[in-house]
Structures are given as C-alpha cells and as structure tokens.
C-alpha cells in the first residue's frame, strides 16, 4: 500500500478532479475534458491516490476509453484483472465453503468485498479485496472450524497470537490455507470494545437475502445493514485511514442499487446509536460521488461542528489518515458514538 499524498501545494487539483469525476457509481460526462487538463505530475498524483484510496481498478473501468499515459493505463489495467481473476478464485473458494457449511446447518452471511464486488459493482475487477469475510452466529464458530480445518484450513499466527483480545471484543478467526487463501470469520455485525461497550453485539444481524450469482446463490444481509457496517467498519475499523475511497464507494452503489426507505435508515441508526457515526460518513460520500442521501435526521449543533472539523473533505480525499495521530482517531471515534 502507497504511503499517504500529502495535503500541500503541489497536490495537484486537476488529479483531484478527475478522481472525484471518474469513481461515483454516475460518473460525470465530461472524463475527456479532465484527462486533457490533467499533465504528468497530475498523473502521478492521481496514481498515488488511486493506491491510498485502493481504487485503481475501479479508475481503470473508469477511464479505460480515454487517453491515459501509457504505463499508468498498463498497470491500472493489470490491477483491474488480477482484481477480477482473484475474486473470482474467492467466489468459487466460497461455493466449496458454503456447501460444507450448509451440510452441517452452518448459516453464514458475506461481508465486505466478498459481498460487494459481484452485485453491487459492474463488473469483479473493480472491487479490489484482501479475503473472504463470513458472518456466522458465535455458538456455530467452533463447528465452524471444525469443518474448515478438514477441508484444509489452519489458524493463521495472527489468531494464535489476538484470539484472547479478539474473543473479548466480537473480532475475527482468520484461516489460512497452504496456498495462501485466507478466510475470516466474524460473529460480531459489529466488532471492538467500543461496540460492546455501546451493546451493538446484540444486533439483530440475521436478515439475509440470497442473490444470484451464476450458478449458485450469495447469501448477504439485508440493505439497511449492510451500509450501517460499513459505515461502522470505516469508523471504528479503518479508522478513514487508507482504503477510505474504496469503502465510501461501496456506500455509494448501496445507495444506487438499493431504494433505501432514508427514515427507517436514521431510525435504525439512532436505535443502535449509529447515527452520529453514519452522518459523519454519508456526508463524505455525497460531497465525494454526489449519492443521493435523504437527510431526516442532524447531529447537535455542537456535535455536528466537530464532525464537520475532525473530518476535513479534502485532507481525507487528499490521504490525510488519522490512524497517523492517535488524538485524531480517537476524537473522531468519541464524537462518532451516541
């Protein structure tokens, strides 16, 4: 991952412009225009960002009829594909999973990229994504495993080494195989000590839908729940540290590919005191991919200032990441709860 494009003089505001024009879910019509105005320092800038951001596939689809420096289109064509060839590896990975899973009356749910990237987006290849992440209920982890470790999973050292933490705090399991294949199980919707201490393991995380993909179907949750974890996981999770673009886009095609009912969303959001965390967030994707976000609910006036202030527009889009600075993060994180 590329360190952070600082916030300076030279960040070049043609780079910014194309990127804000290229990655909404309804990019803008004059992509053309932009890219002749953008020179080659303009390009560098952009790839930096595109690598922060973790959108380099996504701009590749973007942009791929229009005239890109030649290396930068060979290599953003080359993240485009290994994207898309890996997560097809993951999807046919969890078929297998799934039918060894259902065979023993394990219900589990996708999270994250694996739930993302062949429904919400237009093509595999455009969402970028480490592992495959399940939802499971805790009282079937341990089954779970069982299974899993006789198709050939392992624990990875990283579990041997957090489970003590991660079992407090609703974390992860994550499996390794010999090849390199990793899997994560999560039974928390939402995982932290922040979480429990707000009693969001409660959450009733079991509102799956199945969505056909091919020849099999993908069991993810239900819509509302979907975008309050991402926005939980980018709050609490990524803290918007790097890979911040990559996460609010995926708020941004939730948002049009789903006819989201907004007063049930700020409803639920205020119930389970997401609500300061969500508007934080939404409010960076409409200024960024100009979602259509319908706002029946503002934080306090007081709260509502130092959100607008602790998350600056352009120094985050730029790669500002407060994961950097301990007293940002963790102002950012008391703001957002309640």
């Known amino acids: 991952m590329g360190q952070p494009a600082r916030i300076n003089q030279a960040m070049s505001k043609p780079a910014l412009a194309l990127l804000m024009a290229v990655w909404s879910s309804q990019p803008q019509p004059d992509l053309a225009k932009l890219c002749a105005a953008c020179d080659p320092n303009d390009w560098r800038a952009l790839a930096q960002l595109a690598d922060y951001h973790e959108v380099e596939g996504l701009l590749w689809f973007g942009l791929r009829q229009q005239a890109l420096p030649a290396a930068l289109a060979e290599h953003w064509r080359e993240r485009y594909y290994l994207a898309a060839l890996r997560n097809d590896l993951r999807l046919e990975e969890f078929q297998r999973i799934q039918q060894l899973l259902k065979a023993e009356s394990i219900e589990v749910a996708l999270l994250k990229g694996m739930a993302f990237a062949p429904t919400i987006y237009r093509s595999l290849g455009q969402r970028q994504m480490g592992d495959i992440d399940l939802l499971l209920r805790r009282d079937d982890l341990q089954r779970a495993c069982a299974v899993l470790f006789a198709a050939g999973y392992g624990l990875s050292n990283y579990s041997i080494n957090t489970w003590q933490q991660q079992r407090r705090s609703g974390g992860e399991v994550r499996l390794q195989t010999a090849s390199g294949a990793t899997l994560e199980l999560h039974w928390w919707l939402f995982a932290g000590h922040w979480s429990r201490w707000a009693g969001l393991q409660a959450y009733p995380a079991w509102q799956i839908e199945q969505i056909q993909y091919q020849s099999f179907d993908l069991p993810v949750l239900e819509p509302i ?51 300061h965390m969500l508007w934080g967030v ?50 950012i994180l008391a703001c957002a709860w309640g």
């Open 225 to 275: 729940s979907q975008l309050l974890h991402t926005a939980h996981h980018l709050v609490v999770g990524n803290q918007f540290g790097a890979g911040i673009g990559r996460m609010l886009a995926d708020i941004d095609r939730l948002i049009a590919n789903y006819a989201f009912d907004w007063q049930q969303v700020w409803h639920e959001a205020q119930r389970w005191s997401l609500a």
């Open 282 to 331: 939404l409010r960076l994707v409409e200024q960024w991919f100009n979602s259509a976000i319908e706002w029946h609910w503002q934080p306090q006036t007081w709260r509502k200032l130092a959100l607008e202030t602790l998350l600056p527009s352009q120094k985050l889009l730029g790669g500002a990441d407060p994961r950097l600075r301990p007293w940002w993060r963790y102002a």
